[in-house]
């Protein structure tokens, strides 16, 4: 399956030499190579903090002169509510049941699967055989495997080697996979489809520095393919050689960020991404993973997370992942999230009188001196690792020079990160009140206040990148706040058991 008869492979020849609509000038295509090579050297530049943003506007500037060189040579539109019915007919001639779900469109969510029937939590719902996924391997046995074969960046890189097969396939005339592809969305609204003012809205969040990585990430891939596709032997079959724009490379990459799987290899030694049509329609909400693969059956196996209803909406969960993975990833953000987390950047400044010292009981920790933490939503916002550190952090010479003098147990590594089990009642107010701080710092630095969020969002006429920008600095405010407040009164009860100890 997957791969092509000599037919088959000469009409992938047919689509590359007929792209419909417009055909770029010689003087077009000189012009579009400048701009091509411009990204790449502009992609080489790893920017720093603070130029970052000014850094995004300028790729965004060169992509945007490509977009419009390549105005009118993308892929033309999908038309999703008309596919369905075929796609359903395709998937049941594969051997798919699809007695327990239907498509169906939702608010906030696009497209999903709502029950048929009352579904009992743990029951399955959709088996999907392997025969109909798209993956690495099927991807090697198409007309993309001989450039597979010679390219070192798609070896290691099976996610861009996915994308590039699913636009391949979306310009093959005849593609097996036509019925799935053409109940894909047209767009989505992970990052990559933000524009500088949009990406502004995430000023003071972490996320913002990320999303401008991604993007760089994409537009480089987007470049060196580009070039790749004009000069290599092995690309002259493939039906977007000439019509490989950045717009549908956007697509393709934010169909497999936003969609894919990963399963076992037909012998289960190795793992591999796969696009499972149908499986994919499922949106996300708390829980546990509830999707396994069935090696003997060949096939990917879905149970239901909770008991649902007919006609309820089926709901999966896509893993622990925070608001700004969700964002970054998926292209949404789920408020309701029990396991959001925020980064924070923490180290030990060269110029601490106790560097050296913090330094080595932190390398007997596992900790490095400058990394991210995380802290959470929830109870208990600050986990192990973080505790340990801030303790390391605020220690004293003489703590240091105690635990720097023994081989650490496990045992003394693991009360480091207890929350409960404090080094000395000044170690543990000095790290309570660093944090405090912190995160009163990390607040200030966002240019609206969580209420004015709320009030924002009130408003109907918001773009839905404005929203999830606005939706995710929301969640993090609230997670800074909280963790605060958290670290004012573990620092007010440090004080509180002192002055009951003196009082005794
Ligand atoms: C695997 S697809 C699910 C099907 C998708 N809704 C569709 O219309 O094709 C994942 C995408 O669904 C949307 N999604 C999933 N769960 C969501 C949720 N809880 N809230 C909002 N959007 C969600 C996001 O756009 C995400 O990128």
């Known amino acids: 399956m997957g791969k092509k008869s000599k037919k088959q492979k000469d009409s992938g020849k047919r689509a590359a030499a007929s792209v419909e609509g417009k055909e770029l000038s010689k003087q077009q295509k000189k012009q579009l190579m400048e701009l091509v090579t411009q990204l790449l050297q502009t992609c080489m530049v790893i920017p720093d903090g603070p130029k970052e943003y000014e850094y995004f506007v300028e790729l965004h500037s ?59 939590e743990t029951d399955p719902f959709l088996t999907i055989p392997r025969k109909v996924m798209m993956t690495t391997g099927t991807a090697k046995e198409s007309l993309l495997g001989p450039l597979i074969e010679e390219d070192q960046i798609l070896q290691a890189m099976p996610s861009v080697v996915l994308a590039l097969h699913v636009l391949c396939e979306r310009r093959q005339p005849d593609s097996f996979w036509e019925p799935y592809i053409n109940i894909l969305p047209n767009e989505y609204t992970t990052p990559l489809y933000f524009s500088p003012e949009e990406l502004l809205q ?134 309701e999230n029990e396991l959001d987390r925020i980064a924070i950047r923490l180290g030990i400044s060269k110029g601490d009188p106790l560097y050296e010292q ?30 340990a550190f801030l303790r ?66 009130k408003k109907e006429d918001m773009n839905i990148h404005e929203r999830l920008a606005v939706q995710l600095r929301m969640c993090e405010k609230r997670i800074l706040k909280a963790t605060q407040t958290y670290a004012g009164e573990r620092k007010a009860s440090v004080k509180g058991d002192k002055s009951e100890t003196a009082a005794a």
């Open 62 to 120: 060169i992509v945007g002169k490509i977009r419009a060189l390549q105005d009118g040579l993308s892929c033309p539109p999908l038309d999703r509510e008309k596919a369905i019915p075929e796609f359903l007919e395709w998937v049941r001639k594969h051997g798919v049941d699809t007695s327990a779900v239907e498509i169906t469109s939702f608010p906030d969510c696009g497209y999903g699967l709502q029950a048929t029937k009352d579904l009992k």
């Open 202 to 335: 995430l000023k003071g969040s972490p996320a913002q520095s990320d999303c401008i990585k991604q993007y760089r990430n994409i537009a480089r891939q987007y470049a060196c393919f580009y070039r790749v596709f004009q000069t290599s032997q092995n690309a002259e079959k493939l039906p977007i050689k000439d019509c490989f724009t950045f717009d549908d490379y956007r697509w393709a990459v934010s169909t497999v960020m936003t969609r894919q799987n990963q399963i076992p290899t037909p012998d289960g030694s190795k793992i591999t991404f796969a696009l499972i049509p149908m499986w994919d329609m499922c949106n996300h909400c708390n829980g546990t993973i509830t999707t396994d693969y069935n090696l003997e059956k060949d096939c990917s196996e879905c149970f239901a997370l909770r008991n649902f209803q007919a006609k309820e909406q089926i709901f999966i969960f896509y893993g622990a992942r925070s608001n700004a993975e969700l964002l970054i990833h998926n292209g949404f953000v789920y408020p």
């Open 358 to 387: 913090k330094n080595e009981l932190l390398k007997k920790l596992g900790l490095s001196v400058l990394r991210n933490f995380y802290i959470h939503t929830g109870m208990i916002p600050v986990d192990p690792q973080l505790m």
């Open 392 to 457: 390391v952090f605020c220690m004293s010479e003489e703590n240091l020079k105690e635990l720097n003098s023994k081989e650490l147990s496990e045992a003394d590594a693991d009360r480091l990160g207890d929350i409960d089990f404090p080094v000395s009642e000044e170690n543990e107010e000095k790290a309570w009140a660093f944090l405090q701080t912190r995160t009163a710092l990390l607040l200030r630095a966002y240019e609206t206040s969580e209420e004015e969020d709320i009030e924002l969002l």
